[in-house]
């Protein structure tokens, strides 16, 4: 155990550092001001705050993006530093080995895998670790014990303790600490250890081959979902050059498992799983399970959540198998290098059925209804998980809004983070008869203090708001708006498309609450509660929202960006934020920092 009188003689590197600056705006007739607040150097208390304040720092230490732009020249260096911060942490790669690791990465749907391969084990009565990301509340929802958010006090004594261990050794090693992600992950791994679960379910932050989750010496069984273009400045441009980085998390003698891909996606992974010598088998259609029950019924809603759940029975059979279960029904794996392999479909257990009806993962294909206002809420952000969550959305609203009391007005509200192509995704939803387009930055409340956990230090507040009116141009041409504004119309039935001349209004707000609050116009009854801040809106944006308030319903779908539904959930689901269990439950808010591998 670290000696923490050192840490605590240096309290002021535990203390947030924000730079204070104002900056005013007023977008959609509001008139706010963000402020952030220089914090006074402290001695941490050892609370949750102070950890999470601390854990925040590591976004913005200027040695730590420094490191990371250095290494990403050189990305076999990420490796070989992610087992330096381990090592200094108290942690070995031996260790590693012990935790009968699930190793899971893909461009779409890697998360919903895992969570169905984390249900089903789980059902079985094993005692399941689960690490993921990015989170949508809290930062400890990445962090999971049978499938519930480590709590405060668990978070708290662990951060300190790797976090101080850490610290202890940074003057030896030039300073270094590592990344935000880096250190999130070796911290899911030091709580496995010490909370000895049975298996750890491990999702790659990007990529997988130069991942610091790669650090996975000795996987029991490794899973790829579906591949396509993302994180091109890291992964590369192509689907070859993405589908070699996550064929980099295959290990010698250690069965994988891909769905169907692209022809050049999936040479490539042959390619490497012959290099490895992994044996790489393509999971069946979920249709060809032979399940007594009839067709399988699902957790997850939308239909790419089929193949997801066809990797989740290969990957938790194997692993069920790799564990000696008596039950004999389960075939032998052979491991087979030659080529890529079908893999055999199985007759599903009783407790595999339920794991796979029974997974929930919030954010992703998630309906919501508080009284005459619905939530579709999706944290789609690739063009193939848009092409995903439009599909769902069609089907799902449609079926919604047969069963409406009366006409449903119908709004998108959209953000999209980094270098994704936001243009190319609302080109997707334009068709979809929105009367409404609200854009608003990853920011749950435009106010002058804020919780910890919704801190980023990564992207200013200007170049955010600068990316919604972007989005806002970008959905303006694609009805070919110029500047003229489009008229708020009602939807009666189905989900038709958009006749050429009817164009939905567009309004962009500073924040994800003063959105929420102008597209429901206080009908939605956990936004109303009393004590929420209101923010003032100018009587011209008022008078916009007359088709809203006439509506029988309001239908909102919510999409773009994990952080974007997470910080809607904030709000809309209380709970997820504010339970103080000291093993599961919420806190914080919302941490906007993305996953680097």
């Known amino acids: 155990m670290v000696c923490m009188s050192r840490v605590l003689q240096r309290g002021s590197v535990f203390a947030a550092r924000l730079r204070r600056r104002d900056w005013a705006c007023s977008l959609a007739g509001l008139s706010v001001r963000y402020s952030s607040t220089e914090t006074a150097p402290r001695i941490p208390s050892m609370e949750y705050q102070d950890a999470i304040c601390t854990l925040n720092t590591l976004q913005t230490n200027a040695s730590c993006l420094e490191q990371v732009r250095r290494e990403r020249s050189n990305p076999q260096v990420q490796l070989q530093a992610m087992k330096g911060f381990l090592e200094r942490a108290g942690l070995t790669v031996d260790e590693l080995d012990h935790l009968n690791i699930i190793h899971v990465t893909g461009t779409k749907g890697k998360g919903s895998t895992c969570a169905f391969t984390e249900q089903i084990l789980r059902s079985y009565g094993f005692r399941t670790g689960?690490?993921?990301?990015?989170?949508?509340?809290?930062?400890?929802?990445?962090?999971?014990?049978?499938?519930?958010?480590?709590?405060?006090?668990?978070?708290?004594?662990?951060?300190?303790?790797?976090?101080?261990?850490?610290?202890?050794?940074?003057?030896?090693?030039?300073?270094?600490?590592?990344?935000?992600?880096?250190?999130?992950?070796?911290?899911?791994?030091?709580?496995?250890?010490?909370?000895?679960?049975?298996?750890?379910?491990?999702?790659?932050?990007?990529?997988?081959?130069?991942?610091?989750?790669?650090?996975?010496?000795?996987?029991?069984?490794?899973?790829?979902?579906?591949?396509?273009?993302?994180?091109?400045?890291?992964?590369?441009?192509?689907?070859?050059?993405?589908?070699?980085?996550?064929?980099?998390?295959?290990?010698?003698?250690?069965?994988?498992?891909?769905?169907?891909?692209?022809?050049?996606?999936?040479?490539?992974?042959?390619?490497r799983a012959k290099e490895m010598r992994c044996p790489l088998r393509v999971c069946p259609e979920l249709e060809d399970y032979r399940a007594d029950c009839g067709p399988l019924h699902l957790g997850l809603a939308g239909k790419h959540q089929r193949s997801n759940a066809s990797m989740a029975l290969q990957l938790s059979h194997t692993w069920l198998q790799k564990r000696c279960l008596p039950d004999r029904s389960f075939p032998s794996i052979h491991c087979e290098t030659s080529g890529v392999l079908q893999a055999t479909p199985f007759k599903p257990t009783p407790i595999m059925v339920k794991g796979l009806a029974d997974t929930e993962w919030p954010g992703r294909n998630q309906t919501l209804k508080h009284g005459d206002v619905t939530y579709f809420l999706d944290g789609a952000h690739t063009m193939r998980s848009m092409q995903a969550c439009v599909q769902w959305f069609r089907e799902t609203a449609a079926q919604h809004e047969r069963n409406a009391s009366g006409p449903v007005a119908r709004v998108l509200l959209f953000n999209a983070t980094g270098e994704r192509d936001s243009a190319a995704m609302l080109k997707l939803l334009v068709p979809y008869h929105f009367d409404f387009a609200v854009f608003c930055p990853n920011i749950t409340e435009a106010i002058t203090s804020c919780n910890a956990d919704q801190q980023n230090f990564n992207v200013s507040v200007e170049n955010m708001l600068t990316r919604c009116l972007d989005n806002e141009r970008s959905w303006r041409l694609h009805h070919s708006f110029g500047d003229d504004q489009g008229a708020q119309l009602l939807i009666n039935n189905g989900l038709p498309l958009v006749p050429e001349e009817k164009k939905a209004d567009t309004l962009v707000f500073p924040c994800i609450l003063s959105a929420l609050q102008w597209m429901t116009q206080g009908r939605d009854p956990v936004l109303a509660q009393p004590g929420k801040r209101v923010l003032a809106v100018k009587p011209n944006i008022v008078a916009k929202a007359a088709p809203l308030r006439g509506a029988a319903e309001i239908h909102i779908l919510i999409a773009g960006s994990l952080h974007l539904v997470g910080g809607a959930l904030k709000h809309l689901d209380p709970a997820s934020s504010h339970s103080s269990g000291s093993s599961s439950g919420g806190g914080g808010g919302l941490c906007l920092a993305e996953r680097h591998g």
């Open 130 to 271: 689960f690490y993921s990301s990015p989170h949508l509340v809290q930062v400890r929802e990445r962090i999971r014990i049978n499938g519930q958010p480590i709590g405060k006090e668990i978070f708290t004594k662990y951060f300190w303790q790797v976090y101080g261990r850490l610290y202890e050794t940074k003057d030896a090693h030039g300073g270094a600490m590592p990344a935000y992600f880096r250190f999130l992950t070796i911290l899911a791994f030091h709580v496995f250890l010490q909370e000895k679960v049975d298996l750890a379910v491990i999702e790659v932050g990007i990529g997988g081959a130069y991942d610091c989750t790669n650090i996975i010496r000795r996987p029991w069984v490794c899973g790829i979902t579906s591949l396509g273009i993302d994180h091109t400045q890291i992964l590369g441009d192509t689907i070859e050059k993405i589908a070699w980085q996550k064929g980099g998390i295959f290990k010698p003698g250690v069965p994988a498992f891909t769905v169907k891909q692209p022809e050049e996606a999936m040479r490539v992974l042959k390619d």
